[in-house]
Nanobody, 120 residues
Framework: QVQLVESGGGLVQAGGSLRLSCAAS????????MGWFRQAPGKERECVAA????????NYADSVKGRFTISRDPAKNTVYLQMNSLKPEDTAVYYC?????????????WGQGTQVTVSS
């Protein structure tokens, strides 16, 4: 069993920053991939960023490249999403997820989500 708990969401003005955290528990994650997805009202859930738990590989959506950074702290079993230069279109519920696969779209474990609202 895997548990993921997100925190760090909130309301911020455009141009501001937030850091999301995702605390993972229940299994070892040395071979897992971690990701952040988001879902805005009326839109499909999209992958924002992903990282191998080893930290050797990261991927970003084009819309957040250069503004968002995903990282992890193995000692704390925590993954972070640093979000800078936030835009109103970044407003969404952000979800932490993990997968046992090195690639692909299989993300079987999800957190409850944290709301990020960016005001103009």
């Amino acid at each position: 069993q895997v548990q993921l708990v997100e925190s760090g969401g909130g309301l911020v003005q455009a141009g501001g920053s937030l850091r999301l955290s995702c605390a993972a528990s229940g299994r070892t994650f040395s071979r897992y991939r971690m990701g952040w997805f988001r879902q805005a009202p009326g839109k499909e859930r999209e992958c924002v960023a992903a990282i191998r738990w080893s930290g050797t590989s990261t991927n970003y959506a084009d819309s957040v490249k250069g503004r968002f950074t995903i990282s992890r702290d193995p000692a704390k079993n925590t993954v972070y999403l640093q979000m800078n230069s936030l835009k109103p279109e970044d407003t969404a519920v952000y979800y932490c997820t993990t997968s046992p696969d090195a690639y692909g779209s299989n993300w079987p474990y999800w957190g409850q989500g944290t709301q990020v609202t960016v005001s103009s």
